[in-house]
C-alpha cells in the first residue's frame, strides 16, 4: 500500500528543524478540513430572500395580476440594486392560484414547504387570501395581503403574521358612498358578484348611506365570471334607481359595464362601482365606461401632487416601455417593497422582528403616507373617487379625471372592537 504524502508520525530527530513547516502543515490541514462547513456557512449568509407571490394569473381578474407581478418585480429590482440585506438578494417566486381557494392553498403551501419561502405577498380574491393567510398563519409565516377583503382583519382569521395592504371593502365602498349618494340620490340598486368582495361592498355601502337616509331597493346577485346580464337588466330599469352600483371585478366589471351601457340603463340613472379599475377601463374603453364613478387606491396621474407617484411611475415606464402602473399593480409594489423595509429595519428574515417592524412601519412608496393599524395591521391610507373619461384625453393612458381624494383617517375603517381586537392602553 502506497503511504500517504503527509504522515502523521513524528519526523527523526535529525529533521527537528523541518517542526515550524510541520505545525504549518497540521494548521493547513485543519483549515482545509473545516472549509466546507465554512463554505456552508458562507452559503447560507448569501442565500437569497424569498417572497412567494400566489396570484391569478389566468381567469377573470388576469390582467390586474400580471400588473401586480410587473410591479413587485420592481420593488425587488429596487432593493436588490441597493444591495439586499447582509449581502442578500430577494428572489420573487410568482405562482397561479388561477383565482381558486384550494389552488390557493396548495400553491402557497409549495412555496413553504418547498420552495422555503422568508413570506408570503399576494393574492386578488376576498376567498383567496383567506385561503393562503391560513397556510400562511399555520406555518407562523408573514402574509401581507394585496386585495380588498374585510374578513382578513377580523380576530378570527387574523394573527401576529397577517397584513393588509390593500383597501379593505368598507373603506373603499364608504368612500365612495360619502362623496356619490349626496350627489347622485338616494334610491340604490346593487348588481353584486355574488361572493364575498360584492357581499362585503354592499356592506359599506350600506353602512355609509344608513345616516343620510340612503334606501335599497334590490340587491341583485350573479355568480362570479358571469358573461351574460341581459337577464338583470329589465328589473333593474324597473326599479327605477337613482343609483345603480356594480358590485363586481375584472371581467365581470367591464362586461357589466358594456351590456348597461347598451341597454341604454345610464340615461335614467348614475352608475357608480367601489372599485373603477384602470385595467378595467382599458379594455372596456371610453364608451362603456362613460360617465362611471368609482373609488381607488391608486390612479398614475396623482404623480402631478405627489412626488412619491411620480418616482414610482418613473421607474414602471423605465422598465415596460412608457406604460403606467395599475392600482392593483401599485399595490404589488407596496406589498413587496414593505416587507422588504421591515427586513432591513428589524435587521433579520424571520417573521416575527420582521411583523413587529412592519407594524411600526410609516411609509410614503407611491401615494402619500401610510401605516399598519396596530391592532389589525390594516394599512391605513387614502382613497381616490375618479371619473372615467371619454373625451380630452392625452392619451391612451389618460382615462380618469380625479374627482377628490378621501385622505388617510384612522375613523373610516370599523372599529378594532368590532373586528374582536382586544385593545388594551
Known sequence: ??????????????????????????????????????????????????????????????????????????????????????????ELLVRDDKLNPGEAATRTLELIEKDKVNFVVGSLSAATQLSINAVCRDRKVLFNSISQSDAINEAKDWSLYTFHEALNPHLTAGAVARYAFPKFGKKVVYLTADYAYGHEMVRGFQRAGQPMGVQTLADIRHPLGAADYSAFLPRIQSLKPDVLVLCNFGRDLVNSAKQVTDFGLKSGMKVITPVLLYTARQAGGAEAFEGIVGGTSYYWAMEDKIPSAKAFNDKFRKAHGGA??????????????????????????????????????????????????????????????????SKGMKDKYDVFDVLAIEAANEANLRSCDELGHKVTT
Open 1 to 90: 500500500m502506497t503511504e500517504p504524502r503527509h504522515r502523521a508520525d513524528p519526523p527523526p530527530a535529525a529533521v527537528a528543524p523541518s517542526q515550524p513547516r510541520r505545525r504549518r502543515l497540521l494548521l493547513a490541514g485543519g483549515a482545509l478540513a473545516a472549509s466546507p462547513a465554512l463554505f456552508h456557512v458562507a452559503r447560507a449568509q448569501a442565500a437569497p430572500i424569498r417572497i412567494g407571490f400566489p396570484t391569478p394569473l389566468t381567469g377573470a381578474f388576469s390582467a390586474e395580476a400580471q400588473d401586480q407581478v410587473r410591479a413587485a418585480e420592481i420593488a425587488v429590482k429596487e432593493w436588490n440594486d441597493a444591495g439586499g440585506f447582509q449581502g442578500r438578494r430577494c
Open 324 to 389: 403606467v402602473p395599475s392600482d392593483y399593480g401599485a399595490l404589488g409594489y407596496a406589498g413587496v417593497r414593505s416587507v422588504l423595509q421591515a427586513v432591513l429595519n428589524a435587521k433579520s428574515t424571520d417573521s416575527v422582528p420582521v411583523s413587529i417592524a412592519l407594524r411600526q412601519l410609516k411609509y410614503d412608496w407611491y401615494k402619500g403616507p401610510q401605516s399598519y393599524r396596530k391592532c389589525d395591521h390594516q394599512s391605513v391610507q387614502s382613497v381616490v373617487i375618479v371619473g372615467s373619461k
